[in-house]
């Protein structure tokens, strides 16, 4: 599944997920996420071919490790359909 970036469009407002990029994963004919799984700040995606992070190409994925290196967080959809945390630690 594609992988996106978010961030919380008031910076300042946003919790320790969405002040900072994190991604998420989801279908491409699944809606995209429009408020932070954790706070509910609005959020909105980060336009692809923007260079979010140093060395983060989007679309390519991210390894558990260069992810990890990058301190983005990682929001993974259940088949609940509630977003969880699974930012390796
Ligand atoms: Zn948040």
């Not at 994963?25 to 799984?37: F, N, S, Y």
Request: glycine fraction near 12%; aromatic fraction near 4%.
């Amino acid at each position: 599944m594609p992988i996106y970036a978010y961030r919380a469009r008031e910076v300042e407002g946003g919790c320790t997920v969405c002040s900072d990029t994190f991604e998420v994963t989801h279908g491409m004919d699944e809606p995209r996420l429009e408020a932070c799984p954790k706070c509910g700040q609005p959020v909105q995606r980060i336009i692809s071919g923007v260079n979010v992070v140093q060395g983060h190409v989007m679309g390519e994925g991210l390894s558990r490790e260069r992810l990890k290196k990058s301190g983005l967080r990682k929001m993974v959809r259940g088949d609940d359909g509630q977003y969880h945390d699974d930012t390796p630690k």
